[in-house]
């Protein structure tokens, strides 16, 4: 469904010295349906990934084919076609929601953008996509500030949801959340993958999260991607020194021993 | 054991129209030297205040309206304000939550930790300077870092300041505020082993305070959980799972278990 070939990503260096390589040749491929983590540091590249595959961000080197097709070298008045179907749910939706906007209005910004259904079309979307991400209608009255972290999170996904994606990239949905509204958004995001057949790519710092969620797992260090695979073989198998350290840094459930690993 | 910190029916309120609302409404709480406690809860639920009240630094027009602070058998609420201030620092330490604001942006990190030995152990300036790499260094920073401001430090690095400065003065009581939040899994648990540091100093106690139950970790010798201004459930930490009530400690415990690798994997 899609595949990255040795992706490259230079920034001019700010002074003298070496340019920073934010992708050093990265190579990917998400089959339909796969809730594939990729997980890394702080620095390690996952987000100038995404930003890449949005075509937010120009390539230094490499390609990218989603559905049969290259869209890494499509001109930019062509990348809303992409947006159709690939569309991202970022960190904290306090911070990229509108706040004059009620929720209402949030959710049918894509929907007119994308589709431009009638009036009355609309607003059934805006209700049914409500009811998706499990929100009651009346939220649509709501702005942002009167939502909890993970009330927002969901019309952040019911927004991404709009135009009908197949792909859903997902950075850190719940790092800025509190842990049970964690969980909800995990099993939110797990829900629609099985019932409306979503594919999700999910970034992340958290190990953790990947463990009950994902069937797919690529770790990157430094631009690169050091393991690959299903989650129990890179994480139990691995001989990767740095996916140790991560599988050691991440945490086991407070009440169990640390099982032996330091 | 004896306590270091007891905290017996603790009430903080905010005046409001219609009479005030009380976002800590009766908590209790007990440390005993030595140990562990991790205090979690989601954002709101008075962790944050309760650990304030105990510094005697509530924000305004916030109150104390009822209830009683003993910190290793004084009770902190009838000190008079300039005995409880000579307590700070030495005596007990809060690293507040969201290490950028914590630390004065326009002072170097190597200048703050030297006033901290300054102004909490008595030291002379030059004697306190020549002290200063030593500490960062026990925190694994670079002794070149005392010559950073705050922004030119990561998240990581400004969060092990906050601890350099803690162990500094060596308090009897460390609270630690979200000591991890914002951090990767990496850098987290390179805290923890820093805030371990405090668990081993005779007579001392530790208070990890946190929204994620996984991030008081395996450091916690107990679990407290707060819910809408009361501690709901209190336990052992290998016991949690077992002797949690409340729904929200379940929903806690659930969330933990689903969002950690299991126990057998190394």
């Known amino acids: ?262 | 054991m004896v306590k270091l910190l007891e905290i017996t029916g603790l009430r903080i309120g905010f005046p409001a129209r219609g009479g005030p609302v009380w976002p800590v409404d009766g908590v209790d709480l007990d440390l005993d030297q030595g140990e562990v406690l991790g205090l979690v809860g989601q954002s709101g639920s008075g962790k944050s205040l309760t650990a304030l009240a105990v510094m005697g630094l509530l924000p305004r027009p916030a109150f104390i309206g009822q209830g009683r602070i003993r910190l290793a058998g004084q009770d902190l609420l009838n000190l008079a304000p300039a005995r409880r201030r000579r307590l700070l620092g030495r005596t007990m330490f809060l690293t507040f939550q969201g290490s950028a604001s914590a630390l004065n942006p326009t002072m170097t990190v190597g200048r703050q930790v030297t006033e901290t030995l300054v102004l909490g152990r008595g030291l002379t300036w030059p004697r306190a300077w020549r002290q200063t790499p030593e500490l960062l260094e026990m925190v694994s920073l670079e002794p070149d870092s005392a010559a950073a401001y705050p922004f030119q430090l990561s998240g990581g690095m400004r969060q092990r300041v906050l601890i350099a400065l803690a162990l500094a003065l060596e308090p009897l009581l460390l609270m630690a505020d979200e000591p991890t939040t914002g951090l990767d899994m990496v850098t987290q648990r390179s805290v923890l082993d820093l805030l371990a540091r405090q668990k081993n100093r005779p007579g001392a106690a530790l208070m990890i305070i946190s929204h994620d139950l996984r991030a008081v970790g395996h450091l916690a010798d107990r679990v407290a959980v707060m819910h809408q201004g009361r501690v709901v459930d209190n336990a052992p930490r290998k016991d949690l799972p077992r002797l949690a009530v409340h729904p929200h400690s379940r929903e806690l415990i659930t969330a933990g278990r689903m969002l950690s690798l299991p126990e057998g994997l190394c």
């Open chain 1, 1 to 262: 469904m899609l595949r990255i070939e040795n992706l490259v990503k230079r920034y001019p260096a700010a002074g003298p010295g070496q340019d920073k390589e934010a992708l050093a040749g990265v190579s990917l491929a998400l089959e339909k349906g796969d809730f594939f983590g990729l997980v890394g540091q702080s620095g390690a590249g996952k987000s100038t990934l995404a930003r890449c595959l949005l075509g937010i961000e120009r390539l230094t080197a490499g390609r990218i084919w989603y559905g049969g097709r290259e869209i890494s070298a499509l001109p930019a008045g062509r990348r809303p076609e992409v947006w159709r179907r690939i569309q991202m749910v970022w960190q904290d939706p306090h911070v990229y929601l509108n706040p004059h906007w009620r929720v209402g209005r949030l959710v049918a910004e894509p929907i007119k953008n994308f589709l431009a259904p009638g009036k009355a079309a609309v607003q059934a979307r805006v209700a049914e996509l409500l009811d998706r991400v499990g929100l009651p209608a009346e939220t649509a009255r709501a702005r942002p500030h009167q939502l909890s972290g993970g009330q927002a999170q969901r019309v952040a996904i019911a927004r991404a949801l709009a135009p009908g994606p197949e792909l859903l990239i997902c950075d850190e949905p719940v790092a800025a959340l509190d842990l049970p509204w964690q969980l909800q958004i995990m099993n939110l995001l797990q829900d629609l993958r099985g019932r409306a057949g979503l594919t999700i790519l999910l970034i992340t710092h958290d190990l953790g999260l990947t463990w009950h969620f994902c069937n797919r797992l690529a770790v990157m260090r430094e631009g690169r991607i050091v393991a690959q695979g299903r989650p129990a073989q890179v994480l139990a198998h691995s001989p990767e020194p740095y996916v140790r350290r991560l599988v050691e840094s991440t945490p086991r459930p407070v009440w169990t021993a640390r099982g032996g690993c330091g």
